[in-house]
């Protein structure tokens, strides 16, 4: 690569980080108003309690169980993904993988916030926390909220260091490249890096080791997420493919919060030139994939019950087809199927419009499965004398919009301090041989080589 | 104390800097070579190669694994909790607990090894330029015995050779 390419790159993805506009500035004030809006009403809730939000009688998970489902699965885009790449080590992946890393990140800080959210008394959530109290309680090990503390917890670690390792050569770069605060500031983020053939072995050997680690650690997640609902007698969610149906649901999920986010990135910071429309492309064809294995779980699930024929489940599963809740099942086929279907299958029709729109749908399309899975199996669950409904009041709302604003928000700061592009993987990109590997790939995707 | 260094535009000159090197006597051990990017694809970047981080990650999955056991097991005899007809020590589902600790011992050992092994964090040595982050490689021999042999080598391949006062 010559010295004249790595410079321009390095100046192109810096140029978020060192420069900053006046529409970054309101946009930041914008969305922390939304969240503080977002605080503001879970201190409403903590202070009134939980019968502020439309929980109650037979339903008691209602949208904030919801967004803990949702969020979770947005977070499998990231670091699941990124991690694959890696492995199979597909070229395309260099300008993708940190935007995706990031989604992770933040979107399991959102996700977990959600069962505090929705505790009557927050501050006991620590109890979660496996040491001997005082009381001798200790958590019992066979709860699946407790395995939900240390799987949520175990990735996110894991996540947060598969992200921070390979930032660290970026912020020396940074480091090299300012004065004042933000030498001192990245001089200590970078750890004292120099950049010897040591050194950028062992990070590519940690990364690599990481890798392989994530991809299992990340299956295990969402599956133990579904613990939470199959370990329950319920009607539809005692499901033995409860496992693998919410890990297809969420990396489907999260392909397509990627694809938004980086169609917003590449806009918002003018990135064109590194996030190309193979990126979509590939992207899209991942997630064409997963709403083909979304679409076959979903049937699965609906025939068993159906042929099951047991009245309970019936009730469930009637309420959503054809009852109170099919416009929202019907909505969520429409979102997760029928639209993504022709728009990312017709090649003339693939593009990154398309496949931005075709993201959108399916981003309400599995946020209303994350709804649809809990509130109207536990609207039915039991007798029929103790059957009832559930609408979300307003406190939920507002907590619920404010944790997309609370998404962008972290984002959007995130991509101020540290470059949203990893530097040093798009200069290795460059490399004569790899860049020969990645024309043969994008020649292959666009159905040029036979 | 004297740093002797040259810096090179691409990895080719870097590469005959280094054979320069090595030629005029200097143990690959002495010679510093650092840049912004990896370049595993020439010889001088892909010393050092030699690592026992997957092993170490085994043993971090190991200790993870013994811990999670030990935590779920020791802790369900200590204060037996009756649950479901379940038997008091669950094995199956300490399985997940076991599982998230082993894969955790794996990323932190992975870690905690990379650390080690790069020597990070440190404060940075006062061989470094900084215009390594505009795409140079630096290669160079902090305290050579020979400093003349060493600036000849690194001449002939970039034709500019800077020194460095470094600290004892």
Known sequence: ?450 | MTGVYGLFSTPELAQEAVDGLRASGVPDHEITIQSSEPLEEYAFGSRDRDTLMPWIAVLGAAIGMATGYFLTSITQQAWPISTGGMPIVTNWSNLIIIFELTMLGAVFASVITLMFSARLPRRLPKFYDREISNGKILIGVADPKEIDRVEHALRESSGGVRKMELQR
């Open chain 1, 1 to 450: 690569m010559t010295r004249r390419t790595s410079n321009s790159l390095t100046d192109d993805l810096l140029r978020p980080v060192l420069e900053t506009s006046t529409k970054f500035y309101v946009t930041t004030a914008l969305l922390a108003l939304i969240v503080a809006a977002g605080f503001g009403t879970w201190f409403y809730q903590i202070y009134f309690g939980l019968g502020v939000t439309g929980d109650n009688w037979p339903v008691f998970w209602g949208l904030h169980e919801t967004n803990f489902v949702f969020w979770i699965g947005i977070s499998h885009a990231g670091t699941l993904i990124s991690a694959i790449l890696r492995i199979v080590n597909a070229t395309w992946r260099r300008p993708v993988t940190r935007c995706a890393e990031v989604i992770t990140a933040f979107a399991l800080m959102i996700g977990a916030l959600f069962p505090l959210i929705h505790l009557g008394r927050p501050w006991l959530a620590w109890w979660l926390i496996p040491y001997p109290s005082e009381r001798l309680l200790w958590p019992n090990y066979r709860s699946p909220l407790v395995w939900d503390f240390f799987a949520i917890n175990t990735y996110l670690l894991s996540s947060l260091l598969f992200l921070a390792l390979p930032a660290i050569p970026d912020f020396a770069l940074i480091r090299d490249r300012t004065t004042g605060w933000r030498n001192w500031f990245y001089g200590k983020l970078s750890l004292g890096w120099q950049g010897t053939p040591k050194q950028w072995h062992r990070l590519e050997s940690a990364m690599h080791m990481m890798a392989l680690a994530i991809i299992p650690i990340a299956i295990s997640v969402h599956t133990i997420v579904s613990f939470d609902f199959s370990m329950a007698v319920v009607p539809m969610w005692h499901s033995t493919i409860f496992g693998p149906y919410f890990v297809v649901g969420a990396i489907f999920s999260g392909i397509a919060a990627l694809n938004i986010v980086m169609a917003i990135v590449r806009k918002a910071l003018h990135l064109e030139k590194y996030l190309q429309p193979i990126h979509f492309r590939n992207l899209g064809k991942l997630m064409l994939a997963m709403s083909l294995l979304w679409g076959y779980f979903v049937f699965n699930e609906r025939l068993v019950t159906w042929y099951g024929n047991t009245p309970h489940e019936m009730a469930a599963l009637w309420s959503t087809q054809m009852g109170r809740y099919s416009p929202l099942f019907w909505t969520m086929i429409v979102c997760n199927f029928v639209l993504p279907f022709p728009l990312l299958t017709i090649r003339k029709l693939r593009s990154i419009t398309a496949t931005v729109i075709a993201s959108c749908g399916v981003v309400v399309g599995m946020w209303l499965e994350r709804f649809l899975i809990i509130v109207p199996s536990l609207s039915y669950k039991g007798t029929p004398y103790s059957w009832g409904a559930y609408l979300p009041r307003w406190p939920e709302i507002v907590i619920f919009s404010s944790s997309f604003a609370a998404m962008a928000l972290l984002y959007l700061l995130f991509s101020k301090f540290i470059p949203i592009i990893s530097i040093w993987e798009m200069k290795v990109g460059e490399h004569p041989h790899i860049k020969v590997a990645a024309e043969v790939q994008e020649a292959e995707a666009a159905g040029e080589l036979i």
